[in-house]
């Protein structure tokens, strides 16, 4: 191999000794004294600057400079404060515009303990950043202050380093022993050498000169595990506020993000304890994110709230979290860190997505990590457990993100190894989603495409009891503190609402295809709202996890109910009347058929009076609406309802606006009546332009084409985004959303974001029916994007007029010229008079017609 170029310290004695540098050495000077680095860098500045080769100041410690301006270099601040992703890729995009063979200065690499709290991160900051400046051929100065840091930082930052020189101090003089030199070798070069009338001298006598090496064995300790420590020993010894606070708001911002709004109710809830608590449960180091903050949050604001006993207050004891620091970790241990800082580019974003991810899939987790993991799943047992995504950016004030991100359950059978195996494929899966396009989509919707996602993972024991060979909860669901889904006149929205399934909470948060949840008015639990199809059809399928089988699998209610115990069934489940009235008239001989209605949970418990003063008490907490998820079993025949997610709930509460009369019926496309529709957070909109899925098209074509139909429609969603004078309502068959096509249309949310409107469209002869899946992810995303939604059934007293859009010209060809294969079965009209829609949830109702439709 060719050499390189050789260049000087600007001390001619110790380039003898180490043969030089070259290009692309890192040089890493382990010092007991900051002063030592100055000197050597300053030198080493000044003569590359005479050299003519450019120098870079990278500067981010709190300490005094090491170089200025006026010494000819360039001094980039950078901001270590900001976290390590945020601060390496800048520290990367400086190395990238500076290019080949350019000389740098870093600040102490020990100053980013402080900052970080961690050595684990300051030798990944050193394993992502030295390769890169050695590919440039640069050559750059680094200082680690000797002692202070966790063996294997220091071992970590050895290896990946060209030269680790030691300095060390013999009365007035300098002991200088090179530890490390790449690819240079002689006899003496790596002993101890000390200055002798202007040479540098090797010690090769085995004498001692009077030089001490201060603290030669490192710590094995981390300065995060030394922070708890000290925490807990004060702790120990002292409640007095003057002294443990200060350390609390310093754990919150270390353990618990930095969204200002989450801190300040972090700070007033969590005691230190509670913070101390979470460094045991926990693997790795960083940030425990948004998910777990908010589950801890509500559960220790609903401590102090009078729930008649019901709900749960155990705050920790069912949870592990695996910090942020190791997926920065996992992603530098598997060489995809930098393909994960370029997927942040412009030109990557939805171009390395793809690579990312099964890079990510592919990966392994280092021995240290995967020993905690294993110490995880010991404490878990043969437990089912579910992996949850906890990104900084979840569940926070603004940015829900709900459903972007993956939760895996784990149904945890086999032996250790196996468990394990099951265990790393859910992290990776919940890992690999960061780059999930409907993830990328939303976070760039929102101005966060340029924010690095720090995913932390939140692993919780899966809430419920076994039953034979399945484990579930006995019921499960979503609360929502504030409804904009209003049905019934008399109803008050701040009651609250739930959105409640037998087992698993899976059925609730997800378009339960084929089936219907309950949705409940915690101030009118009686009044079951929909377009009506819900008062016959209930949930007809539970989720669970099959311990046989080692899956996640949907049952019959039928066989959940059989497994359930008496009290049990007797709340959530009941009899079905008019199913079993039907099959004796057809003369079919079946056993009792049950149906999920809830009613003993409603009627004979404190469930609907608890769910009520729970959310109400975080609401107030909040200062905002909020969203919960919830769990509900029965323990020794108490009643125990769990928090397992809360966060703030992005709501629209719309102005009232009067309905207009004397609308000409023919200027009317649609007008919907209670329990059909959900306002769009404007009580009246302006609409220019209507996608119709024509039904009798759509239904002709089988579930596989109906999928591309769906692709179809997204980049039809593309083009109607892009032009900003369009604005758009779609109306389609069926539920528009959902994953099985033989029920609707399989969109994926960022292909219908587009719309100001989006309607469902009754077509019951090929079983297209609508469903409002109010309290479900796919709403939140509508609710978010205060977008209308409307049902538009063929019974009841709505109406629709298809007539109006398919009597003007189809312009899909103008706007998509690709589609040509589907201009009969997808419509888009164009109105030069706007569409009026107005929606008023005082009256229940909403009408949309034509402008100018008044008659006088």
Request: proline content about 4%.
């Amino acid at each position: 191999m060719q050499e390189k170029a050789r260049c000087s310290t600007g001390f001619p004695n110790y380039d003898q000794v180490v043969d030089d540098l070259r290009l692309g050495d890192n040089v890493v000077w382990h010092t007991d004294r900051l002063e030592d680095y100055v000197a050597f860098a300053r030198v080493f500045a000044e003569q590359a600057v005479a050299d003519g080769r450019m120098v870079l100041y990278m500067r981010f410690a709190a300490h005094p400079p090491i170089l200025d301006a006026s010494m000819g270099v360039r001094v980039i601040q950078l901001h270590a404060a900001s976290g390590f992703e945020s601060f390496a890729s800048e520290v990367h995009r400086t190395i990238e515009a500076a290019g080949l063979e350019a000389f740098y200065v870093f600040d102490s690499l020990s100053e980013l303990q402080e900052t970080w709290a961690t050595d684990l991160m300051v030798g990944n900051f050193f394993a992502v950043t030295c390769p890169y400046l050695f590919e440039l051929d640069t050559i750059a100065y680094f200082c680690l202050i000797r002692g202070i840091h966790a063996a294997e930082a220091v071992t970590r930052i050895r290896e990946t380093t060209q030269l680790f020189l030691n300095i060390m101090h013999a009365g007035k003089g300098i002991v200088f022993q090179p530890v490390k030199v790449w690819e240079r070798y002689s006899p003496t070069m790596f002993l101890p050498h000390m200055e002798k009338e202007g040479l540098l001298v090797p010690v090769t006598d085995g004498l001692y000169h009077g030089w001490s090496l201060t603290r030669p064995i490192a710590a094995t300790m981390d300065y995060w595990d030394k922070l708890f420590l000290a925490a807990e020993n004060t702790l120990a010894n002292t409640s007095d506020p003057a002294v443990t606070d200060p350390i609390r708001k310093r754990f919150c911002r270390l353990l618990l993000g930095h969204d200002e709004q989450i801190l300040a109710l972090a700070e007033r809830y969590l005691q230190l304890g509670d913070l101390l608590e979470i460094r045991h449960r926990m693997v790795g180091t960083g940030y425990i994110g948004g998910k777990a903050v908010g589950m801890l949050l509500a559960r220790k604001i609903a401590a102090g709230i009078d729930s008649h006993g019901v709900i749960g207050v155990d705050l920790q004891s069912d949870s592990l979290y695996i910090g942020s620091d190791v997926f920065q970790t996992f992603l530098i241990h598997n060489n995809i860190w930098r393909m994960h800082t370029r997927q942040q580019y412009e030109d990557g974003y939805y171009d390395l997505a793809d690579t990312l991810r099964d890079r990510i899939l592919q990966g392994v987790f280092p021995p240290f990590i995967r020993i905690q993991f294993q110490q995880a799943l010991d404490m878990f047992g043969q437990t089912p457990v579910i992996v949850r995504s906890s990104s900084l950016l979840e569940d926070g004030y603004g940015n829900a993100f709900a459903g972007k991100y993956q939760s895996v359950f784990c149904v945890n059978q086999g032996d250790p190894d196996a468990r394990l195996a099951m265990f790393e494929d859910a992290v990776r899966t919940v890992y690999a989603s960061t780059v999930d396009i409907s993830a990328l989509v939303y976070r760039r919707e929102r101005g966060l495409d340029k924010m690095g996602e720090q995913m932390s993972i939140l692993v919780q024991r899966v809430s419920g009891s076994m039953r034979g060979r399945y484990h579930f909860p006995l019921a499960a669901g979503v609360g929502l503190s504030y409804s904009a889904y209003v049905w019934h006149q008399e109803m008050n929205p701040s009651d609250g609402m739930v959105r409640i399934v037998a087992g698993l909470g899976t059925r609730a948060v997800d378009r339960t295809d084929g089936d219907y949840t309950r949705v409940v008015s915690l101030g009118m639990p009686d009044n079951i709202p929909g377009t009506g199809l819900e008062r016959s059809i209930g949930q007809r399928m539970v989720d669970v996890l099959d311990t046989e089988l080692n899956q996640w699998r949907t049952i019959p209610l039928s066989h959940a109910c059989q497994s359930a115990t008496v009290l049990e069934a007797g709340l959530v489940f009941g009899r079905d009347a008019a199913a079993e009235q039907r099959a004796r008239e057809v003369g079919l001989k079946l056993d009792a058929v049950h149906v999920a209605d809830f009613s003993g949970l409603f009627h004979r418990t404190a469930f609907i009076a608890a769910m009520k003063a729970m959310l109400r008490g975080l609401e107030e907490a909040y200062q905002n609406p909020v969203d919960v998820e919830f769990t509900v079993n029965l323990y020794n025949g108490r009643l125990y309802v769990s928090i397992v997610q809360c966060r703030p709930l992005q709501t629209f509460r719309a102005a009232d606006t009067a309905m207009p009369a004397n609308v000409s019926p023919d200027t009317v496309l649609f007008r919907l009546h209670a329990g059909s529709f959900v306002g769009g957070g404007t009580a009246d909109q302006i609409i220019n332009t209507v996608v119709l899925l024509k039904p009798e098209a759509y239904v002709a074509v089988g579930n596989a084409e109906r999928y591309t139909v769906a692709r179809m429609l997204g980049r039809l969603n593309d083009r109607l985004r892009a032009d900003r004078n369009r604005q758009s309502m779609l109306i389609v068959p069926g539920r528009c959303g959902t994953t099985t096509p033989s029920l609707g249309v399989p969109v994926r949310f960022s292909e219908i974001n587009a719309y100001r409107c989006i309607c469902e469209q009754e077509y019951a002869t090929s079983g297209m029916i609508p469903e409002l899946s109010f309290g479900s992810h796919f709403f939140q995303d509508l609710v978010e994007s205060r977008i209308f939604y409307g049902a538009l059934m063929q019974r009841g007293p709505g109406e629709f007029n298809p007539h109006l859009l398919l009597q003007r010209e189809n312009v899909l060809l103008t706007i998509l010229p690709e589609a040509e294969a589907y201009r009969d079965m997808i419509h888009v009209a164009a109105f030069e008079t706007p569409l009026w829609l107005v929606s008023s949830p005082k009256d229940q109702q909403a009408v949309c017609w034509l402008k100018g439709g008044i008659l006088p």
